[in-house]
């Protein structure tokens, strides 16, 4: 079937949990079936990436899922935000302030999401942290063990992040991507902006050998059928969320398909649908 954005881009806002699951040795899920962050897991510490909308219903949910993956939020010393909307950084003043958690994101979009929620006039919009550690297009972030690899993908927002991660799968090495953004933003030139990031991230991709997916909304990967197939998984059955190289490219063809019908629409504001 082909994705609706028009139609699903209320969901976002779901506050309808779903369990959490490790989708790789090192990387778990935890979310509601609109929007979810992700955890990334060192020796030395965790990587919290993305902070989901804020209010106390998501900091509880983010907290009870990690414990119920058996993980401390104590241990999480890095807070990365993809891109400057209050559904990916909303708890982010939690996780910083109660476990003492180092944010990280890019520069340009930290200002413009100050200025976004401003704008906004949305009591449950906000953003009410301090940003001073900024990644941008190759930076590489590092906690112990772990890295994520950093790239400058803007078009969804002005200065949105994507990332690569080096995932473990049963043992076996893979390259996972997040592409940070989703849809398509409502004015002409910054759809251009985004499939031109999009033609660079998939280079990056080709580059790094990605052969598999995770995402901040599930909405747009089948993420949420996939972690179900992930709590229940048969060791001898392939893990869903590693789809081949070739795979990942055709799947990134989503996000061209989604910025070229909004073109065709005459450009869409979806934070308002
Ligand atoms: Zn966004
Ligand atoms: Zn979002």
């Given at each position: 079937?082909k994705f609706?954005l028009?139609?699903?881009?209320?969901?976002?806002?779901?506050?309808?949990?779903?369990p959490?699951?490790?989708i790789f040795?090192?990387?778990?899920?935890?979310?509601t079936?609109?929007?979810n962050c992700?955890i990334i897991?060192?020796?030395?510490?965790?990587?919290?990436?993305?902070a989901m909308?804020?209010?106390e219903?998501?900091?509880n949910?983010?907290?009870?899922?990690m414990?119920?993956l058996?993980?401390?939020?104590?241990?999480?010393?890095i807070?990365?935000?993809?891109?400057?909307?209050?559904d990916?950084?909303?708890?982010?003043?939690?996780f910083v302030e109660?476990y003492g958690?180092?944010?990280?994101?890019?520069k340009?979009?930290?200002?413009f999401e100050?200025?976004?929620?401003?704008?906004?006039?949305?009591?449950?919009w906000y953003f009410d942290?301090?940003v001073?550690?900024?990644?941008?297009?190759?930076?590489v972030?590092?906690?112990?063990?772990?890295k994520?690899?950093?790239?400058?993908t803007?078009?969804?927002?002005?200065?949105?992040?994507?990332?690569?991660?080096p995932?473990?799968?049963?043992?076996?090495?893979?390259?996972?991507?997040?592409?940070?953004?989703?849809?398509?933003?409502?004015?002409?030139?910054?759809?251009?902006?985004?499939l031109d990031?999009?033609?660079?991230?998939?280079e990056?991709?080709?580059k790094y050998?990605?052969d598999?997916d995770?995402?901040n909304?599930p909405i747009?990967n089948?993420?949420?059928e996939?972690?179900?197939?992930m709590?229940?998984?048969?060791d001898?059955?392939?893990?869903?969320?590693?789809?081949g190289?070739?795979?990942?490219v055709r799947?990134?063809?989503?996000y061209?398909?989604?910025?070229?019908?909004?073109?065709?629409?005459?450009?869409?504001d979806?934070t308002k649908?």
């Amino acid at each position: 079937m082909k994705f609706d954005l028009m139609g699903t881009a209320h969901l976002t806002r779901s506050r309808v949990a779903v369990p959490p699951v490790k989708i790789f040795d090192n990387m778990a899920i935890i979310g509601t079936e609109g929007t979810n962050c992700i955890i990334i897991e060192s020796d030395e510490g965790l990587i919290l990436l993305d902070a989901m909308w804020p209010g106390e219903f998501f900091e509880n949910l983010i907290e009870d899922g990690m414990r119920q993956l058996g993980y401390d939020p104590a241990d999480i010393k890095i807070l990365l935000i993809s891109h400057g909307h209050p559904d990916h950084s909303g708890c982010g003043r939690h996780f910083v302030e109660k476990y003492g958690a180092v944010p990280y994101m890019s520069k340009v979009d930290y200002l413009f999401e100050k200025e976004f929620c401003e704008k906004a006039n949305n009591p449950e919009w906000y953003f009410d942290f301090e940003v001073d550690h900024f990644l941008d297009e190759g930076d590489v972030l590092e906690l112990g063990n772990a890295k994520v690899y950093c790239f400058s993908t803007p078009g969804h927002t002005p200065g949105g992040l994507s990332f690569i991660v080096p995932v473990y799968d049963q043992g076996r090495p893979h390259m996972a991507a997040l592409w940070g953004g989703s849809a398509p933003p409502p004015a002409l030139e910054a759809n251009y902006q985004y499939l031109d990031s999009l033609g660079h991230f998939v280079e990056m991709c080709r580059k790094y050998h990605v052969d598999a997916d995770f995402m901040n909304h599930p909405i747009l990967n089948n993420g949420v059928e996939r972690m179900a197939v992930m709590r229940n998984r048969l060791d001898q059955v392939a893990n869903p969320f590693v789809i081949g190289e070739e795979g990942y490219v055709r799947f990134t063809g989503l996000y061209r398909q989604l910025a070229e019908d909004n073109i065709a629409a005459g450009c869409i504001d979806y934070t308002k649908g």
